[in-house]
């Protein structure tokens, strides 16, 4: 089974897809779509270009999105979710069920602590990934939100593999 993680952002979304097989994990693929355009509208459409092609490319079977926390900046919240509302709403629109995770939940996944670095976060995704090459923090942030979605996710559908 394929699943395809998001680390929603408004300028930089992250993402990355697995494939579970069992207890076993390998990565397929991850990188990070940048937002383009003078308004808000079409940058959020340039994210739901990007993110409908990743989805068409590598057919994930499953996806799961990091939740949003709230800051100090009412307005950079609200824009952080439209971007996530865009997240949402690609994986759904091909079918896939999506997981939701906090940020402490995926950190204390694959780090084992809820406040981890994202230093930490990507180390012991090279670590659970062997020989993966990430695209930079926001997709290895994704990859984590796989890596979560895999193991709970399973009591969530049942099974994944």
């Not at 799961?64 to 629109?93: H, S």
């Not at 230093?119 to 020989?131: D, N, S, T, Y």
Request: proline share 4%; glycine share 14%.
């Amino acid at each position: 089974m394929r699943v395809l993680g998001i680390d929603p952002g408004l300028r930089n979304l992250g993402w990355g897809v697995i494939e579970v097989q069992g207890s076993r994990l390998s990565h397929i693929a991850n990188g990070v779509c940048h937002s383009a355009g003078a308004d808000l509208g079409a940058r959020l459409l340039s994210l739901y270009e990007q993110l409908s092609d990743i989805v068409q490319r590598h057919d994930p079977q499953a996806a799961a999105v990091e939740q949003t926390f709230v800051n100090k900046d009412g307005a950079g919240t609200l824009k952080l979710g439209q971007a996530r509302g865009i997240a949402l709403l690609v994986p759904a629109q091909y079918g896939l069920t999506v997981g939701e995770y906090s940020p402490n939940r995926v950190k204390k996944t694959v780090v084992g602590v809820g406040h981890a670095a994202k230093e930490q976060v990507a180390h012991m995704v090279r670590v659970q990934l062997p020989g993966v090459v990430l695209a930079g923090p926001d997709a290895a942030d994704a990859l984590a939100v796989a890596i979560c979605h895999a193991h709970y996710g399973r009591a969530m559908a049942g099974g994944l593999a």
